[in-house]
């Protein structure tokens, strides 16, 4: 019988071999990773560059081929122009309005929807509860020609009652997301504050808001962006002009034979610039609010 003796300098030198070829192969598998990320970050950045770049261009150079991605000279007067174009700023008055219903309405009547599912025990609440997550199953389109026979009895069309009063009733989705993340918070929290003397309303006000702050930082981001982006809302119920948002004042400058691009590409990208900061700013607690929803339900 033959043994074979691997002297300790052979054995050390085979593990630091060992260990290099694993670090280079994670440092290679990463290498291509964060390329490939990098390479879909600036084809979906494309349509954004492409956006500034001819808002910033003069008429004869956004239709010329081949496309001049750089503009030269650089037009700066076409922001300033959008306001005398059109009123703009009337507009943004328009739309901060609804926005502002959009972002508190929902904080403050989902939170209170959802912490009566999440922590209260009644018959039928499960019950409930499934009722009004089924209603995320039926179009908004299908219900659509009734609301707006109710809106026009009630003389709603043409004011911003129907872009703002059902917003402050809450939202089925927003329910379900603040619910979600409620049933992460632990029991004991509430049942120390009720041996205190607190009340639910004390108990929702002083504990669970403070905890859902990231949930409730999610909700007013998707309300924002769905009031800020929404153009069918105003497309149905606004007639006067003076009563416009963003989103619906961008036809203004599509004219029936002409369009001045310059000036629609540079309204258009005051409308994208509010929507990115704000998720900049808040995209932890936004991932974090979706994230620990998912955790418990």
């Not at 599509?254 to 540079?266: S, V």
């Given at each position: 019988?033959?043994?074979?003796?691997?002297?300790?300098?052979?054995?050390?030198?085979?593990?630091?071999?060992?260990?290099?070829?694993?670090?280079?192969?994670?440092?290679?598998?990463?290498?291509?990773?964060?390329?490939?990320?990098?390479?879909?970050?600036?084809?979906?950045?494309?349509?954004?560059?492409?956006?500034?770049?001819?808002?910033?261009?003069?008429?004869?150079?956004?239709?010329?081929?081949?496309?001049?991605?750089?503009?030269?000279?650089?037009?700066?007067?076409?922001?300033?122009?959008?306001?005398?174009?059109?009123?703009?700023?009337?507009?943004?008055?328009?739309?901060?309005?609804?926005?502002?219903?959009?972002?508190?309405?929902?904080?403050?009547?989902?939170?209170?929807?959802?912490?009566?599912?999440?922590?209260?025990?009644?018959?039928?609440?499960?019950?409930?509860?499934?009722?009004?997550?089924?209603?995320?199953?039926?179009?908004?389109?299908?219900?659509?020609?009734?609301?707006?026979?109710?809106?026009?009895?009630?003389?709603?069309?043409?004011?911003?009652?129907?872009?703002?009063?059902?917003?402050?009733?809450?939202?089925?989705?927003?329910?379900?997301?603040?619910?979600?993340?409620?049933?992460?918070?632990?029991?004991?929290?509430?049942?120390?504050?009720?041996?205190?003397?607190?009340?639910?309303?004390?108990?929702?006000?002083?504990?669970?808001?403070?905890?859902?702050?990231?949930?409730?930082?999610?909700?007013?981001?998707?309300?924002?962006?769905?009031?800020?982006?929404?153009?069918?809302?105003?497309?149905?119920?606004?007639?006067?002009s003076s009563r416009y948002t963003l989103a619906l004042g961008l036809q203004?400058?599509?004219?029936?034979?002409?369009?001045?691009?310059?000036?629609?590409?540079?309204?258009?990208?005051?409308?994208?610039?509010?929507?990115?900061?704000?998720?900049?700013?808040?995209?932890?607690?936004?991932?974090?609010?979706?994230?620990?929803?998912?955790?418990?339900?």
């Open positions: 019988m033959s043994v074979h003796v691997v002297a300790p300098g052979l054995e050390s030198h085979a593990g630091s071999t060992s260990v290099r070829r694993v670090r280079v192969s994670a440092l290679a598998g990463q290498t291509v990773l964060y390329a490939a990320l990098i390479t879909l970050s600036l084809i979906f950045a494309l349509p954004l560059f492409w956006l500034i770049s001819t808002s910033l261009k003069a008429n004869r150079q956004i239709f010329a081929f081949p496309p001049i991605w750089i503009p030269s000279p650089v037009i700066w007067q076409n922001y300033p122009d959008v306001f005398l174009y059109a009123p703009f700023a009337h507009y943004l008055f328009n739309t901060l309005l609804i926005c502002s219903a959009h972002v508190i309405g929902p904080v403050i009547t989902c939170s209170l929807a959802a912490y009566a599912f999440a922590r209260l025990r009644a018959p039928g609440s499960a019950v409930i509860f499934m009722l009004m997550l089924s209603t995320l199953m039926v179009p908004g389109f299908v219900t659509l020609v009734p609301v707006y026979i109710l809106f026009a009895k009630i003389h709603w069309i043409d004011t911003f009652k129907p872009l703002i009063i059902p917003a402050l009733l809450g939202n089925p989705f927003f329910i379900f997301l603040l619910r979600q993340f409620l049933l992460t918070i632990p029991a004991d929290l509430e049942e120390a504050a009720r041996i205190d003397g607190a009340t639910h309303f004390t108990i929702w006000y002083r504990i669970m808001l403070p905890l859902t702050r990231p949930a409730l930082a999610t909700v007013a981001i998707f309300g924002f962006q769905g009031a800020w982006n929404d153009l069918f809302g105003p497309l149905i119920f606004l007639n006067s203004v400058f599509q004219q029936q034979h002409t369009t001045d691009w310059g000036l629609l590409m540079a309204a258009s990208t005051m409308m994208v610039v509010p929507m990115l900061v704000i998720f900049f700013f808040a995209q932890r607690q936004f991932i974090q609010g979706i994230v620990l929803t998912g955790i418990k339900g």
